[in-house]
T-cell receptor
């Protein structure tokens, strides 16, 4: 699976949009971009994923650049409860064989702090 | 309700003892994973299994062992060979790539303390 690079920390004011960047310059054509978040001492929670088109759900929006080498997770109206560690990962979307098949690898993530 | 369950939530063991952490899922997922998380750090992959009776080492498998005899269960044994076993352990499951949405579902974790 391709590696990702995220800033270690970001701040955001409550009610404003939080834009979390992720670089994945070595992403392959069969890899999706996934975002998870982890609130302290809990298991990570799935947020959103996409292949090449922008995606939106009730939690967030995902913007993927045309060359797919980077993406941005957008929380449109951040609240204090959105304070968490946000992980961007890339994962094979269909069988590619080899020992990496099915592997799910997390990086260090971005600590997002939403302040009043 | 479907989900993934880890037990116990807190576990204490004496140094030198093996300990087994439980992970059960009723989501009919083929793939299951074990991660370790240390304070202030990200998740590191210990072992993963794509199908029953098969599993692969992750990035930090030394001192750990797993089994996958049933689709629903993927227990992790922390052996006495693991030098720093005190950590937060997370289990996850997902459908393998190529079978629809492959989002992973995580348990709530087991916090292991070795004294």
């Amino acid at each position: 699976d391709a590696k990702t690079t995220q800033p270690p920390s970001m701040d955001c004011a409550e009610g404003r949009a939080a834009n979390l960047p992720c670089n994945h310059s070595t992403i392959s054509g069969n890899e999706y971009v996934y975002w998870y978040r982890q609130i302290h001492s809990q298991g990570p929670q799935y947020i959103i994923h996409g292949l090449k088109n922008n995606e939106t759900n009730e939690m967030a929006s995902l913007i993927i650049t045309e060359d797919r080498k980077s993406s941005t997770l957008i929380l449109p109206h951040a609240t204090l409860r959105d304070t968490a560690v946000y992980y961007c990962i890339v994962r094979v979307a269909w069988g590619a064989g080899g020992t990496s098949y099915g592997k799910l690898t997390f990086g260090q993530g971005t600590i997002l702090t939403v302040h009043p | 309700d479907g989900g993934i369950t880890q037990s116990p939530k807190y576990l204490f063991r004496k140094e030198g003892q093996n300990v087994t952490l439980s992970c059960e899922q009723n989501l009919n997922h083929d793939a299951m994973y074990w991660y370790r998380q240390d304070p202030g750090q990200g998740l590191r992959l210990i072992y993963y299994s794509q199908i029953v009776n098969d599993f692969q080492k992750g990035d930090i498998a030394e001192g750990y062992s797993v089994s996958r005899e049933k689709k629903e269960s993927f227990p992790l044994t922390v052996t006495s060979a693991q030098k720093n076993p005190t950590a937060f352990y997370l289990c996850a499951s997902s459908t393998p790539p190529g079978q629809g949405n492959t989002e992973a579902f995580f348990g709530q974790g087991t916090r292991l303390t070795v004294v």
